[in-house]
């Protein structure tokens, strides 16, 4: 059977079973949330923009906050036949991008996500095995459900498997 | 407050693209002047369409990109974003700096600074004439400068619908310099409660 690369979209979530793979491009801000389940080789990709829901109105897309979207990720792993007592993170993405940042809260945004996201996996129990975050730079991700490998790709500073 | 885009009618989208038309082409006479060169310019669009999707009117989201970023304050907040595939970013350098093209390969301090202005230049331009229309006080900030994925370049300006709601909307003109390629793209994206302003200023308010 030929892998698959699905595509996760900003704001998006997707789960899928080996061999196939999850991508997100262009990770800026915005953190990859990828949880995997070795045993029944299954993987969660969340796009997530913000780190959280609580406070949102006229929002019917929860998979853009760090709280809500590690809620319905790890729901919708479950239902596919995956167990929370096995998962574990990586993640990647949080970065600054804008060299002239002014001081305002959006320039931050990126590191506050990263921030979200780590407490709600420790809300969770979920181990993060490994991350690469922060930085000015934009990230590529592709996660591979085979292995649990996650690659990152990035324009001039360089690529890496975590 | 304007939460559903999609209950905009006919009229007020024409609205829209009429102001959006008319800063644009204040917008490109500008930039003509300032690359001594003749700038043609789409008829507006006004898109309105879930944030996943918005990095692909910017050529897909790790499209390698130069974005120039201007936050709006006054009386109606918005982002405006000038997006501009790298090498054509590279060749309005060249314009700017009386370089022959091709010259510029990296963007450095001045050259940073010299795109910083483009924006900068456009954005005031563009706001100018929608403040005509609309008696509104509309203030750009500093511009910022991003040369990256185009996803990641929109992350940040796009979170901040996020937290408002799952669609934006978008007036959207594309810049070409006569007969070659496109320039870039350059996006106005009014806040929700921004747009009531702007409409009922137009005297369009449903």
């Known amino acids: ?162 | 407050m304007i939460s559903d885009f999609n209950q905009l009618s006919g009229l007020q989208l024409d609205a829209l693209r009429e102001v959006g038309n008319i800063g644009a082409g204040n917008a490109a006479t500008a930039l003509a002047q300032m690359i001594n060169s003749k700038i043609e310019m789409t008829v507006p669009r006004v898109n309105i369409l879930p944030l996943g999707e918005v990095p692909d009117l910017a050529g897909g989201a790790d499209r390698f990109v130069v974005g120039v970023y201007l936050g709006v304050t006054g009386s109606a907040r918005a982002s405006i974003l000038f997006v501009m595939p790298v090498e054509n970013a590279l060749h309005l350098v060249d314009m700017l700096m009386g370089r022959n093209l091709g010259v510029t390969q990296t963007l450095d301090e001045i050259e940073v600074s010299a795109l910083q202005e483009v924006g900068n230049i456009i954005a005031s331009t563009y706001l100018n004439a929608l403040a005509m229309f609309t008696g509104l006080t509309l203030i750009p900030s500093v511009p910022a400068l991003g040369m990256d994925m185009a996803g990641a370049i929109l992350n940040a300006v796009l979170a901040q619908f996020g937290a408002i709601g799952d669609y934006v909307l978008m007036l959207e003109t594309e810049f070409k310099k006569e007969g070659q390629d496109v320039v870039g793209h350059f996006f106005v994206l009014p806040e929700p409660g921004a747009l009531e302003m702007i409409l009922s200023a137009l005297g369009v308010n449903g």
């Open chain 1, 1 to 162: 059977m030929m892998a698959q690369i699905i595509q996760v979209g900003m704001a998006d979530l997707k789960v899928a079973r080996a061999p196939d793979k999850l991508m997100s491009a262009g990770l800026g801000s915005c953190v990859g949330v990828c949880l995997y389940d070795k045993t029944a080789k299954l993987g969660g990709l969340a796009h997530v923009m913000l780190p959280s829901g609580l406070q949102a109105k006229n929002v019917e897309n929860r998979a853009k906050f760090a709280d809500t979207a590690l809620d319905m990720l790890v729901d919708v792993m479950e239902k596919a036949g995956g167990n929370r007592t096995r998962f574990t993170a990586k993640i990647a993405g949080g970065a600054q991008m804008f060299r002239f940042a002014g001081d305002s809260d959006i320039m931050r945004i990126g590191e506050r996500n990263v921030q979200a996201v780590e407490e709600n996996l420790r809300r969770y129990g979920i181990k993060l095995v490994a991350k690469d975050t922060g930085g000015n730079f934009g990230r590529t991700i592709v996660f591979d459900t085979e292995t649990g490998d996650l690659l990152v790709k990035t324009i001039g500073h360089g690529e890496r498997v975590i």
